[in-house]
C-alpha cells in the first residue's frame, strides 16, 4: 500500500460522520440520548410504545396521540396469512434470524402503501414494521414449538403483547418491566452497523422494506447484534464460577474476543449495561439467573484487569432474556424487534436528506496486466 493510500483510508470508517442525525447521539464519555432525551430518564419512565412513537415522530406522544398510536400498532399486528404460511413452512434447521430476514423482506410484497413514498405512507410503512417484527418473531417460536400464537390483547401495552404471544402466558409485572425496559434501550443507538446498512438501502430511494432487510443481515453477525447469543454460549461453557478466571484468562492469553465486551464509540461504561445489569439482579429468581449473574460479575471485573474495557448492551441482555424464557437463537431476534424503530426513523432521516451513500474503495491493485487468453492459461 503507498503511503497516500494509507492516509486515505479510514478503517472501519472509525469516527467517520456519514450524515447528519437528530435520532440518537451515541456519546463516549457513557451517555446515549433519543432525540435529546438521555435514556437515563426515559427507562422505568416511559413504555417502549412511547420511545417508538419519540423515534419515528420526533416528539414524545400526549396521551391521545399514544393512544391513538397503540391502536395503530394494534391493527398492524395481524401478519398476511401468506407470511405465516411461509413462517410454518421453513425448515427446522433454518437459523431464527434467517426467517427473519426473509419474511421481513416478504411481507414487502403486501404493503399496501405500495408506490406511495409520501411521508404519510413513510409513517404507516414504519408503524407498520414495528408491530410486524416482533409478530414475526412471536409466530416464528411459536410455530418451532408446535403450539398457537395467542391473539394479541388490546388492553396490553405492545412489548407486553409481544412477550405474551412469544411465550403463550401472560406476562406478570416483572416481566412486563423486564421487556419494556429491554425494548427501550435497544431502540436506538447511532450510526451502528445494520442502522447505517439501512440508510445505505433508503440512500438509494430503496423501499423500506429493503432497508430493513438489509438491516437484519447485518445485525445478525457475532460483532454486532449476534454477540449475545455467543455471550450465552460462553456462559453455557463455564459451568461454575470457580472455572471463570480460568476460562477468560485463557481466551485472552490466547487474543481472543470476549464476547459481549468492548465498543467502537464508547470510551467509557456503555450506559445501557447498568440498566440491563439493574434488570439481571432484579430479576434473578431463578437459581439458573442467579448462577449466570454471578459468573458475569467476575467476567465483568476479569476482564476490567486485563484490557481495561467494559461490557457492552448484549452482556447482560444476554442474562435477561435468559431469565425471561427466551431461547439463546432467539436473543437477536429480540434486538431487531426493537431497533426496527430506530431503523424506520433513520430510513425516514435518510429520504429527507436525499443523497445517495457511496464511499470509494482505495484500489490497491495492479494495472495494465498482460491479458492472457483461455488456452494460454
Ligand atoms: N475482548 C477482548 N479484547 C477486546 C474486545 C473484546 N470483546 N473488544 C475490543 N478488544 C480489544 C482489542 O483486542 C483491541 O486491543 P489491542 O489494541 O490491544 O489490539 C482493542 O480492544 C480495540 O478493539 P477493536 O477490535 O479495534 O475495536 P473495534 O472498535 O474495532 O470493535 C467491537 C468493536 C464491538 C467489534 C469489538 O469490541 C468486539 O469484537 N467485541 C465483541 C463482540 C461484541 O460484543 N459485539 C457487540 C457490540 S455492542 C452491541 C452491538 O452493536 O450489537
Redesign the pocket.
Known amino acids: 500500500m503507498s503511503e497516500d493510500n494509507e492516509k486515505s483510508v479510514v478503517r ?1 470508517l ?1 469516527d467517520v460522520a456519514a450524515a447528519e442525525t437528530k435520532i440518537s447521539y451515541v456519546d463516549p464519555a457513557g451517555f446515549l440520548y433519543y432525540l435529546g432525551y438521555n435514556i437515563d430518564d426515559l427507562v422505568g419512565s416511559t413504555m417502549y410504545t412511547e420511545i417508538a412513537y419519540l423515534l419515528i415522530h420526533k416528539k414524545l406522544p400526549n396521551k391521545q396521540e399514544l393512544t391513538e398510536f397503540s391502536n395503530q400498532l394494534y391493527h398492524e399486528m395481524y401478519l398476511p396469512k401468506e407470511i405465516v404460511q411461509s413462517i410454518q413452512a421453513t425448515p427446522e434447521s433454518a437459523p431464527p434470524m434467517a426467517v427473519l430476514r426473509t419474511e421481513v423482506s416478504h411481507l414487502g410484497e403486501f404493503d399496501p402503501d405500495e408506490g406511495d413514498f409520501s411521508q404519510a405512507a413513510n409513517l404507516r410503512r414504519a408503524t407498520r414494521l414495528i408491530a410486524r417484527v416482533p409478530m414475526i418473531v412471536a409466530t416464528l417460536h411459536r410455530t418451532r414449538q408446535n403450539l398457537p400464537i395467542p391473539k394479541p390483547k388490546k388492553e396490553y401495552a405492545f412489548s407486553k403483547n409481544f412477550l405474551y404471544m412469544f411465550k403463550g402466558v401472560v406476562p406478570d409485572e416483572k416481566e412486563a418491566s423486564v421487556i419494556h425496559r429491554f425494548m427501550i434501550l435497544h431502540a436506538d ?1 447511532g450510526f ?2 445494520s442502522t447505517f446498512a439501512a440508510r445505505v438501502t433508503a440512500s438509494t430511494n430503496s423501499d423500506m422494506y429493503s432497508a430493513v432487510t438489509s438491516a437484519i443481515g447485518t ?1 445478525k453477525g ?4 449476534g ?1 449475545s447469543e ?1 455471550v450465552m454460549d460462553m456462559l453455557d461453557e463455564i459451568n461454575l464460577e470457580e472455572e471463570v478466571e480460568e476460562y477468560i484468562q485463557g481466551l ?1 492469553d490466547e ?10 464509540v464508547y470510551k467509557a461504561q ?1 450506559p445501557r449495561t447498568k440498566h440491563l445489569r439493574g434488570i439481571v439482579e432484579d430479576y434473578c429468581h431463578r437459581e439458573r439467573s442467579q448462577g449466570l449473574y454471578n459468573r458475569c460479575m467476575k467476567i465483568e471485573q476479569l ?1 476490567y484487569q486485563r ?1 481495561q ?1 467494559y461490557p ?4 447482560y441482555a444476554a442474562v435477561a432474556m435468559d431469565a425471561l424464557g427466551v431461547p439463546k437463537d432467539f436473543y437477536p431476534l429480540f ?1 431487531a424487534s426493537a431497533r426496527v424503530s430506530g431503523w424506520v426513523a433513520h430510513v425516514i432521516e435518510q429520504y429527507e436528506d436525499a443523497v445517495l451513500l457511496r464511499p470509494k474503495g482505495e484500489y490497491i491493485g495492479d494495472f495494465n496486466r498482460p491479458f492472457v487468453p483461455i488456452e494460454k492459461r
Open positions: 472501519g472509525r443507538h451502528n452497523a445485525l457475532p460483532l454486532h447484534g454477540a455467543k485472552l487474543k481472543k474476543k470476549i464476547m459481549g465486551f468492548g465498543h467502537r456503555d476482564v484490557k474495557i457492552n448492551v448484549d452482556f434486538f
